[in-house]
Every structure is written in C-alpha cells, then in structure tokens.
T-cell receptor
Framework: GAGVSQSPSNKVTEKGKDVELRCDPI?????LYWYRQSLGQGLEFLIY????????KSGLPSDRFSAERTGGSVSTLTIQRTQQEDSAVYLC???????????FGEGSRLTVL | KQEVTQIPAALSVPEGENLVLNCSFT??????LQWFRQDPGKGLTSLLL?????REQTSGRLNASLDKSSGRSTLYIAASQPGDSATYLC?????????FGAGTTVTVRA
C-alpha cells in the first residue's frame, strides 16, 4: 500500500483479555517501530525492528507485551491479560533506509474496560 | 539520553499571521530531525525532514531550520490558515532511535 496501515483502528476489550494489533509497513521499509500515546501524553517508545530482528525492546512496559515481525514486513503487537492502564493509542511507524524518514500509521486505539 | 523540548506548549494566532515553533535537544550527535503534524485522533504526518548535514528544508509555506551545534530547530509556517490548526511534534534521531518533544498545539483563528 501507499502508507503504513494499522488494524484494528479501534478496539474495546475487557480487562484480562488478550489483544493483537497489526501493522503493515510501507513496502521495502526495513525499520519498524511501535510507539504508545496515552491521552494527552507524549509518544512512548515500545520496540524497534530492523528486518525481523528486534535489537531494542527496552520500551515494552512489562512481560505482558510482546511483538514480532515476519517476512521483514507485517508486525504484530500482542498485549496479554490487558489492564486499564494499557488503554492508549498504539502507533506504528516504518522507516526509509536511505533518508531515515519515518512514516506513521493512523494508530490503533485500545480501550480496556 | 536525548531530551527534546518544544516551546511554546500552545499557541493561538489570527489567520494570516506567521507561526514560529521551537524545538531544542540536548545531544547534538543527531542523525536527522523530523517535524510532524498530528490532528486530533489521528496519526502523525511527516512535514519536513532535515538531515544532520543540512541547515534548512522548505516545503511550500513551511520552512525548518537546524542549528545542530546549539541543539535547536525552528519550524516557520507562513501566512497561517485555520487548516494549520494541529499539534506539531519535533523528533530527533540518534542512531535508530527517535526522541519526541511533547508538541506545540496551534490554533489559527479565522
């Protein structure tokens, strides 16, 4: 596609359930990032992929959070046993290797009741 | 650790006035600096990318400058329009990692 695509755009879940968020980066972009933006807050780094490897997972808040990337393309962020404090917008970005420019998706808004 | 600060946090101007948004960062060993726009409930839209070797970039009514040695970037928006109302974010890249400022929320009054 022309841009970074994220799904679902909105997800409402009950506390304790697992959720999966998907990111389709721009074709050919080897770098992929996940960020989290809580209401009225700045962007919080979660994880960075280069190809299928994740050299920096330092931003994942707890072991309930995990992410993978397959085929150097699609990435999935999984949150297990969701908590109310996980409610936020989860943003994915992919990076142009040549210029280093990042392009963001529209985000997945997660609400945990 | 890179710290990015954006001043002011909010700005309200009448239509037609020029906008000046400031971004400062603590570690000058940057790879590039990128300005984004974020509309409410939306993702980030890339506006301008300045490589560390560049002093400025221009796109239409937007011009961004970079002074790496003093750790500053300024985004100028000429002849503001109500459609320019949004939050503007500055992001600094060191190696692979982007550090974001908290943003400047701009309101352009018709």
């Amino acid at each position: 596609g022309a841009g970074v695509s994220q799904s679902p755009s909105n997800k409402v879940t009950e506390k304790g359930k697992d959720v999966e968020l998907r990111c389709d980066p721009i074709s050919g972009h080897t770098a992929l990032y996940w960020y989290r933006q809580s209401l009225g807050q700045g962007l919080e780094f979660l994880i960075y992929f280069q190809g299928n490897s994740a050299p920096d997972k330092s931003g994942l808040p707890s072991d309930r959070f995990s992410a993978e990337r397959t085929g150097g393309s699609v990435s999935t962020l999984t949150i297990q046993r969701t908590q109310q404090e996980d409610s936020a917008v989860y943003l994915c970005a992919s990076g142009n290797q040549g210029t280093g420019e990042l392009f963001f998706g529209e985000g997945s808004r997660l609400t945990v009741l | 650790k890179q710290e990015v600060t954006q001043i002011p946090a909010a700005l309200s101007v009448p239509e037609g006035e020029n906008l000046v948004l400031n971004c400062s960062f603590t570690d000058s060993a940057i790879y590039n600096l990128q300005w984004f726009r974020q509309d409410p409930g939306k993702g980030l839209t890339s506006l301008l990318l300045i490589q560390s070797s560049q002093r400025e970039q221009t796109s239409g009514r937007l011009n961004a400058s970079l002074d790496k040695s003093s750790g500053r970037s300024t985004l100028y928006i000429a002849a503001s329009q109500p459609g320019d109302s949004a939050t503007y974010l500055c992001a600094v890249k060191n190696d692979y990692k982007l550090s974001f400022g908290a943003g400047t929320t701009v309101t352009v009054r018709a």
